[in-house]
């Protein structure tokens, strides 16, 4: 039982776009379909494709959903918890790139910042910047599988180093939830600060458990989403480069395939191309974009699989 809906919730957290059958059947722009893609972008494949002659390519691409938040560390009530306006503004933009079940910034909060509950949370919770969230539905008590995914993938992107934290996984009868830490709060606990950039850190591409559990645990919901404002903080990607690569190109895409691929929270150009075993210059060619740097949640693109 365990085992399949661990399972479940991996598939759920890689987004496998769906192939629009639409596109696929009507596509509207028919480029010649190129070997490889030429360093230099060529302005003009077809008429209707925007010219990218003046594009500046960048070496550093802003993850879809970044939002610096405001640096308000005044202490708001969140129900029965304590939270400051900083993370309660980073809970706010998470709710709005999700957008689903789960009230991010509202009744889904099952504990604050501020706050000593002994040894279960190992002191993260102490200082600002740190909240639980529940990812049951109520009364039911169903767990909501299939948001987790869409869900940490928001709030990573808002800004908070989030985990799932399953059934007994930190305790025998500790319950299911979303543990959160808001990257740069000025107030955050030593423990919560250990769980961004400490041996077993966020920012390493780890589960953020401490010591206590062993050794470091890969994080099991893709690398850290690194914002420009957290560069600005001193936040960098610390994973050995080769954990940094670039996703492999999904299974059963067929090359020269057509399909419609919509934006999700921590989406950069150049990951969503090589999801699809292509190249980001080509995407941004073929939409036409003018900024490859960021993606907005949402937009659609249209991609040719390996182009
Ligand atoms: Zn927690």
Redesign the pocket.
Known sequence: MAVALTAGLLAGCSPVPTPSPTAAAAPTVLPSPVPSIPPSPQPTLTPSLTPTAELTWPTVFEPAGCQPPPEDYTRVELGSWVINRRTQAMLEHAARLYGGEIDLAGAAVT?GSYHDNGAA?FG??LGGG???LSVIRLPEWVVLWDEIGPALRALRAAGFAAWL?DYGELSPDSPI?I??VAVGDAELSAAAEAQLTGEAGYFRGYDGLPAQFGAPRPDRFGGPVVCAWMRAKGYEDLRPPEARALPTALPDLTPGQTLTYTVEPGDTLPAVAARFGTQAEAVARRNGLTRVDTLAVGKVLEIVVGE
Do not use: E, L
Request: net charge neutral; proline share 0%.
């Open positions: 504990q949370s993260t919770h740190a909240v639980d934290r939830h543990h959160a």
